[in-house]
Every structure is written in structure tokens, then in C-alpha cells.
């Protein structure tokens, strides 16, 4: 299976990705239907395990959207168990050195490069046995979470790292770590003045940062400032947004009898 994300990357577009918190498989098949370029199911903050996570790859299968998953934390066993599950992309949270993102590479990487455990249980679902192992370096994308302080001091240093594809901005922690109100699009001008840094770095590694954001108004702006991976809200803050909405249209035009 072809990483779209890369593709798209490579034909210097801008990837639109989707975020499961649900821990549904019909709620990733809908998600998967609805156009984005990739899906990562969420198992630092939504209500997803491991087994939710396979259903969602499972339901999103017949679609052509990426899977990607966001770990708990930048682990070995985790991070090999998401991959031989079926991730195609690892988003990985509060990387603050140069050593935690060697260590993430180690750990998303088949030797020579790095020291994954063979074992892709899934691996199928890509093609012959033996085939994944072969691509799974190159075709794997590796994401190490931008959200603190002390990432944006060691930025340049992360971004050195051989095997990072890019970062992914958290922008409610990276805030919450400067002292302001933890949320999605920051206006900020100490924050945009780290995005504008952090985007003319990877430009100049080749990288390609991406950012949560908290609807499309957040990701156009984002896309404008030159961030290369765009997320969408959550399933589940989609759906919240779209139930308040109808409910207050319903009263609205009810006059007053709802």
C-alpha cells in the first residue's frame, strides 16, 4: 500500500488529516469516507486502546486514506505494536531532545536503521510476506510531537534527527507551556513567531511540519503560514459541533416552542 501522505508531500501539497477519538470502527469507516488523505486513531487522549485501534484500521481499509496512530508516549513497546498493527504514520508526544527523537526513530525503524522487533502481525494488508520489511523504513512516517518550551529551545536539534519525517505541533500544550489558556489556534504572537521559525527550519531540512487544528478557518490560516499536515478537530468534536448547531437552529426557528 502507497503512503498517500508521502505522495502528496512529495508533489508539495498539503495533507488533510483526520483524528479518531471515538473508539468505533464505524465511526473511522465514516471518517474514512469523508475525503481526507489520512486518519490517526488517538491513543494519548481519545478513548481508543489497542483493539479500537485495529477495528478502526479495519474499517478503514477499503478506503484510500493513510492510517496513523498517536501513541501514549514515546515508547518501544507501543510504538512497534501500533506499526505491526497496521500504522502507517506514528505521531509521538512531548519529544523535548535530540535523544528522545533519535530514540523514537530507533524505535519506528527495522535495523540497520533502528531496533523495531520483527513481528508485523498485519503486514498482509500491504502486500506478500516478506515485502513490508523491505519498505517499511522508507514508507513509514515518523512524527515527534513540537509541544513544549523545551522542544522549541531544542528545535534545531530535533530537526537534525536522520528519519523524522517532519513534526506535529500540539498547540494547547505548546501554550500551556508558555503560560497562556491551552487551545487549538493560537493567535499569539510569541507562538507564531515559534511557527514561523519552526516552518523555515524544516523548509530548509526538506521536513514537514504539521499542526492540530480546530476546524478548517484554523487549518486554511495554517496552511497559509506553510505547515505541510493539517488535522481537523477530532471525530468526536466534529460531531459535538455539528449536534450544538442543529439543536440552536432547531430552537431558534422553533419560535420558542422547542
Not at 503560514?225 to 450544538?244: E, Y
Amino acid at each position: 500500500m502507497a503512503n498517500k501522505v508521502k505522495e502528496i508531500w512529495k508533489a508539495g501539497k498539503v495533507a488533510v488529516n483526520g483524528w479518531l477519538a471515538i473508539p468505533s470502527g464505524f465511526s473511522a469507516e465514516v471518517m474514512a469516507q469523508c475525503g481526507f488523505d489520512s486518519v490517526t486513531v488517538d491513543i494519548q487522549h481519545g478513548v481508543q486502546d489497542y483493539m479500537s485501534m485495529v477495528e478502526c484500521f479495519q474499517a478503514m481499509g477499503a478506503h484510500p486514506v493513510t492510517p496513523m496512530v498517536r501513541v501514549p508516549w514515546n515508547e518501544p513497546g507501543i510504538i512497534g505494536k501500533v506499526l505491526d498493527g497496521g500504522a502507517y504514520g506514528v505521531i509521538c508526544p512531548m519529544v523535548n531532545t535530540k535523544e528522545e527523537a533519535e530514540n523514537f526513530v530507533q524505535y519506528c525503524k527495522y535495523p540497520p536503521r533502528g531496533t523495531r522487533s520483527n513481528g508485523p502481525i498485519r503486514s498482509g494488508m500491504y502486500g506478500g510476506a516478506g515485502d513490508y520489511q523491505k519498505t517499511a523504513n522508507a514508507d513509514i512516517i515518523c512524527l515527534p510531537m513540537l509541544e513544549t518550551k523545551t522542544a522549541v529551545d531544542n528545535m534545531e536539534a530535533i530537526l537534525d534527527v536522520e528519519g523524522i519525517d517532519g513534526v506535529y505541533v500540539g498547540p494547547s500544550d505548546l501554550g500551556f507551556s508558555y503560560g497562556l489558556v491551552p487551545k487549538l489556534d493560537r493567535e499569539e504572537p510569541e507562538i507564531l513567531k515559534i511557527y514561523d521559525k519552526l516552518i523555515k527550519e524544516c523548509d530548509k531540512r526538506g521536513l514537514n511540519p504539521g499542526i492540530h487544528c480546530s476546524g478548517p478557518v484554523g487549518a486554511a490560516k495554517n496552511i497559509g503560514m506553510g505547515f505541510k499536515l493539517v488535522t481537523l478537530l477530532n471525530d468526536s468534536g466534529i460531531l459535538a459541533t455539528g449536534a450544538k448547531s442543529w439543536v440552536n437552529d432547531t430552537r431558534k426557528g422553533s419560535g420558542g416552542k422547542a
